[in-house]
């Protein structure tokens, strides 16, 4: 059973984008990643972005979670103007607001799976202790009772998305953002991560992730189509 | 539940200062945890850099002044011992010698003392042979110095000094011992840089002439030592001495002591002073009675040594740089990973600085031990043979933690350096792998 998040399913918008520009210059040559994009998430919400290579909803999903800034356009993440923060606020409010999985695990290698999911608590400053008990509890949380002291070569690709999991999820963030977190697994391991962020977002917990899989995208709340850096459908589910 | 006070409840000041701290913490996990994984070959290939770096600093300057200090030690030991008392500035001799040598007799602390009697003379040799009297006279100008024979011999060990022949004798009149620069035979390796005269080994006759008196001696000893004042002087009794040079006041040109415990010689400067014989005499310790110049060339080594030193920390804080500019390229991904998910560049570059720090001060760790605990030791029993000294290692611990602090300073930076060229990188770009 998950101890995740109170967040509340609202109405409310956890996320504002609109009108968002990438463009990317090389040389005289300008590419437009994305052309204009309008995105809110509610709070609570599982949303899909898909869409084919090349699409730009890597590119928007970077947008969303702060870790790159649109050329134009304004962002609102959980009331703030993240645009007009400076970097080293920004890496701040990622820390405090927004939890991440990656399409690649993105473990520290030299860390166990505690210490990785301990980095970001020890970072906001809770005790050791704290950051340990909260850690375990993080790391049984997602199926991997006592694999505390593993380093991530010592765990499977499943089982390291999990850990990326438990780092995402301590801290209790207020969104989850998922790059691919299972285009470098298996189908059943890819399967049980999906499964992972679906009981997590029935515990309440924002989760925006991008995906191709029109499979893994079952289950989500909403999915956003994109197509040459636009939105071009949206579909809502059950 | 994060449970944790609202940051609204802290000064700007203090949120910083706790942000530090966090951004400590971590960074001391993140870079102990490197050093634990890193490749034990690649740590300790690191770890013997910084130590030969170390000892090239501490050793190179430690041999170049050890052999300005082995000389001083020599001259020490042979020559001057603790304290030195030479003629006032506008006396010719050192007055009421006889008074003073009674008065150093009575000190507990002084363990043995000489007076010196010196002057020029003129050293012949060969002349009982020479047949032609138009051919050039076997003679050298030569350093004379009248001593008490048996207090000389228990003050500097004149006696271990012989290399052919023997001692003075007190009971034996009319012996000499040369240095062996007087001698062509054994100074013929300096050229002609030193008057010699040929021939002359013990048993051999000499004259030695000043002004119009001569008086013949017959050569007991040839003397020989790392100091120029054993090589370069002959040495008869003190009374056959006066009555050559005609010095019948007794008033010596040098009296040197050596002291029970040699540090004190300051003290003992100011008993001497206190004593009232600062008017009769200049009374100096050895370190004051040493030469400019001697003092000159030590600081100039020192300089020289350091200079040396100082390529190998530069040459060390590139090595370090490059070492820890890799080891943070290799992980710009997980670099740009942590920062992404909110890890300061502080506790990032923390972790780079703690893994250049401990190569540094492993490094140095062993350097220190090797040197204190073996090559000082070793140098000290086993002096390189240099012409005028025993080469010894010297490394004061306080100049060698300087050093070590300087080596520890730049390697910080060399560490540091990199470690922010990467982390200002951008974020995402990291992450991706980007340019």
Not at chain 2, 286 to 306: M, R
């Amino acid at each position: 059973m998950l101890s995740l998040g109170e967040n509340d399913m609202n109405d409310t918008f956890i996320i504002t984008a609109k009108n968002i520009h990438r463009s990317f210059t090389s040389g005289d040559l300008v590419t437009h990643v994305l052309r204009g994009i309008d995105v809110s998430v509610r709070t609570g919400e599982f949303v899909a972005i898909m869409g084919k290579s090349g699409a730009g909803k890597s590119t928007l999903m970077y947008q969303l979670s702060v870790l790159d800034r649109p050329t134009d356009g304004s962002l609102r993440i959980d009331g703030a103007d993240v645009l007009s923060l400076s970097e080293s606020e920004q890496t701040r409010f990622r820390l405090n607001t927004l939890g991440y999985v990656f399409q690649d695990y993105a473990l520290v290698p030299d860390l166990s799976a505690r210490e990785n999911v301990m980095v970001p608590l020890l970072m906001r400053g809770m005790s050791w202790e704290e950051a340990k008990h909260k850690s375990d509890t993080a790391i049984d949380d997602v199926g991997l009772k006592g694999k505390y002291r593993n380093l991530p070569s010592q765990l499977s690709g499943g089982e390291q998305q999990r850990v990326a999991i438990a780092r995402a999820i301590a801290g209790s963030p207020k969104i989850i953002f998922a790059d691919e977190p299972t285009a470098n697994l298996d189908s059943i391991s890819g399967k049980a991560i999906i499964e992972l962020l679906d009981c997590l977002h029935r515990n309440g917990q924002t989760i925006v992730m991008v995906t191709h899989e029109e499979e893994y995208a079952a289950g989500c709340d909403r999915i956003i189509f994109m197509e040459d850096g636009l939105v071009v459908r949206e579909k809502k589910q059950s | 539940m994060v449970s944790l006070r609202s940051p609204e409840m802290y000064t700007p000041v203090t949120q910083s200062l706790l942000r530090s701290m966090r951004a400590l913490r971590l960074g001391l996990l993140l870079g102990f945890r490197q050093i634990q994984r890193a490749s034990l070959w690649t740590t300790l290939l690191i770890i013997f850099v910084m130590m030969f770096t170390f000892l090239n600093l501490i050793a190179v300057s430690g041999i170049l002044v050890g052999l300005i200090v082995g000389s001083e030690r020599a001259v020490r030991e042979i020559s001057l011992g603790d304290i030195v008392m030479s003629p006032r500035d506008d006396e010719d001799n050192i007055l009421e010698t006889p008074t003073i040598l009674r008065e150093i007799g009575t000190y507990p602390e002084v363990i043995a003392y000489s007076a010196r009697y010196t002057d020029s003379g003129v050293l012949e040799a060969n002349y009982s042979e020479r047949r032609d009297l138009s051919a050039e006279r076997d003679i050298a100008s030569v350093r004379v110095t009248g001593v008490d024979i048996e207090r000389e011999d228990t003050m500097t060990g004149l006696r271990s000094y012989i290399v052919d022949g023997e001692y003075l004798d007190p009971n034996e009149e009319g012996q000499i011992l040369i240095g062996v620069y007087y001698i062509e035979e054994y100074a013929q390796q300096f050229g002609d840089i030193f008057e010699t005269v040929e021939g002359i080994s013990p048993g051999s006759t000499v004259r030695l002439t000043n002004g119009s008196i001569s008086k013949e001696f017959t050569v007991k000893g040839i003397v020989q030592s790392k100091v120029d004042e054993i090589n370069l002087n002959t040495f008869i009794p003190e009374r056959e001495f006066r009555r050559l040079f005609g010095r019948n006041d007794q008033n010596a040109d040098q009296i040197v002591m050596r002291l029970v415990t040699p540090e004190t010689n300051s003290e003992m400067k100011q008993t001497l002073l206190d004593a009232g014989f600062g008017p009769y005499a200049k009374i100096q310790t050895f370190e004051e009675s040493l030469p400019k110049f001697l003092i000159d060339i030590k600081n100039t080594f020192n300089l020289l040594g350091t200079f040396i030193g100082s390529i190998g920390i530069i040459v060390a804080s590139i090595t370090i740089f490059i070492i820890i500019f890799i080891n943070a390229l290799s992980r710009r991904r997980h670099i740009g990973i942590l920062k992404g998910i909110g890890v300061e560049t502080h506790a990032i570059e923390i972790a780079y600085v703690l893994q250049a720090a401990f190569y540094a001060l492993i490094g140095s760790l062993l350097g220190a031990l090797l040197t204190y605990g073996f090559l000082i030791p070793y140098f000290d029993a086993n002096p390189i043979k240099f012409p005028f000294s025993d080469g010894i290692l010297v490394a004061p611990p306080e100049e060698t933690f300087y050093k070590f602090l300087i080596l520890f300073g730049i390697t910080l930076i060399a560490g540091y350096l990199p470690a922010k060229l990467i982390t200002r990188q951008n974020t995402l770009n990291a992450i991706l792998g980007r340019k």
